[in-house]
């Protein structure tokens, strides 16, 4: 009997060689592509995979449960890794891997694949969710051990072994794209001082080509989940597309960074995430309002990790499942209303309530109605600063 593996498969070049390869070392491929909303044209990549030599081709719809389960976590985590990346690939590997191990326990395979190669984060991100999930399962990762060293060579081989594959387009970038952002990278884009063509860009138009006119939206966030898009109620899937294509339009959403990947090396990444950004900005207004000045503050301290635990490929780990506990705790009271402005790029915060508020006016106010003792801060200031009374001998030096 044939050795089963179910294989990570995206319908490009890398894994429809590898259905070919592994099937000539005795394998039976199952290719499985998990649809997280990168538009595929999984009908014609479902054929390919048949006709390259997998003996199951399955396509499998995670688009709600991604956005419910990872994608609004993230965004109530306030996880954004060096400031600039709101996670859209690595959000899809933990997803993707569990959705290899359950139908290599459906299909009784005892080995997955992938396509990554070794200087990347997804071989990590495939790699250790699958171990977390099933450590029985053997994983297999052509790309790391075969004897084609190019891309050139993989399309020599390609033709050789009369696989169907799309060469007379030449790729300047590697993509990735989910319903939460794309990533972009390689070609042009590693000299870093290279400044990208406009036609880089899938998602947003840029800041000469967006709307003279600002463009308002309104988002009504639950327990920190948006459920509301200028004023309909909207699940999760629909939400993002709608306003990523509002954002887009308006020039939002885009990242050119230097980023420190998880195996050592620094790499040239360009992010677009139009509702993404949005989302994570209004979220944020939403909870300057009703978390206190202590719990704010913490949870910026946790945001920071949770970014790294998702990059890192760490989401089923301890850790992880615990600051998910701490998170929804804050996100109790994280309900209310935020309006955007969205305009040539920018995302601008322009008014956030919530019946949670703690926002008083008669305190803040410095009009009529002031309540606030101002008496009191001498005492205050006093005290707080009482420790530190002659603590400075710079000037008496």
Not at 3 to 18: F, M, N, Q
Request: glycine share 8%; net charge positive.
């Amino acid at each position: 009997m044939k050795k089963k593996v179910v294989l990570a498969y995206s319908g490009g070049l890398d894994t429809s060689v590898i259905i070919k390869w592994l099937a000539k070392r005795g394998y039976d491929v199952i290719a499985y592509m998990a649809d997280v909303g990168q538009g595929s044209d999984f009908s014609t990549y479902r054929k390919r995979a048949l006709a390259t030599g997998a003996v199951k081709a399955i396509v499998d719809d995670l688009k709600s449960e991604f956005v419910k389960d990872f994608v609004f976590k993230a965004l109530k985590a306030g996880a954004v890794y060096e400031g600039a990346y709101l996670l859209a690939t690595a959000l899809s590997r933990p997803i993707i891997a569990k959705g290899l191990v359950e139908t290599a326990h459906n299909e009784k395979a005892e080995y997955v694949a992938h396509g990554c190669t070794g200087k990347g984060n997804d071989q990590v991100r495939f790699e250790v969710t699958v171990g977390s999930i099933d450590p029985t399962l053997k994983i297999l990762a052509p790309v790391r051990e075969w004897e084609l060293n190019t891309r050139a060579e993989e399309i020599e081989y390609a033709k050789k072994n009369n696989i169907p594959i799309d060469t007379t387009k030449k790729k300047p970038y590697s993509i990735d794209l989910n319903l939460w952002g794309i990533s972009i990278e390689s070609g042009k884009l590693e000299d870093p001082y290279f400044e990208p063509d406009e036609d880089t860009y899938q998602l947003t138009k840029g800041v000469n080509k967006a709307k003279a006119e600002p463009v308002y939206a309104e988002i009504g966030f639950e327990k920190g989940i948006p459920v509301k898009l200028n004023g309909k109620r909207m699940s999760g899937v629909p939400l993002i597309l709608k306003l990523a294509k509002i954002a887009g339009e308006a020039g939002v959403g885009r990242s050119d960074m230097v980023e420190n990947r998880l195996v050592g090396i620094k790499s040239r990444e360009i992010y677009e995430a139009p509702a993404a950004w949005t989302l994570h900005n209004a979220h944020k207004a939403l909870e300057s309002l009703v978390l206190d000045r202590e719990v704010l503050h913490f949870k910026e301290q946790v945001s920071l990790k949770y970014a790294e635990l998702a990059y890192y490929g760490l989401w089923y780990t301890p850790l992880k499942e615990a600051l998910d506990g701490f998170i929804d705790k804050t996100q109790q009271n994280v309900s209310g209303t935020v309006r955007v402005k969205l305009h040539k790029g920018h995302c601008i915060v322009v008014g956030r309530k919530s019946p949670n508020s703690l926002y008083r006016k008669e305190l803040a106010t410095y009009e009529e109605g002031d309540k606030f003792d101002q008496s009191l801060a001498k005492g205050f200031i006093q005290i707080w600063g009482l420790p530190y009374k002659g603590s400075y001998k710079g000037l008496h030096k």
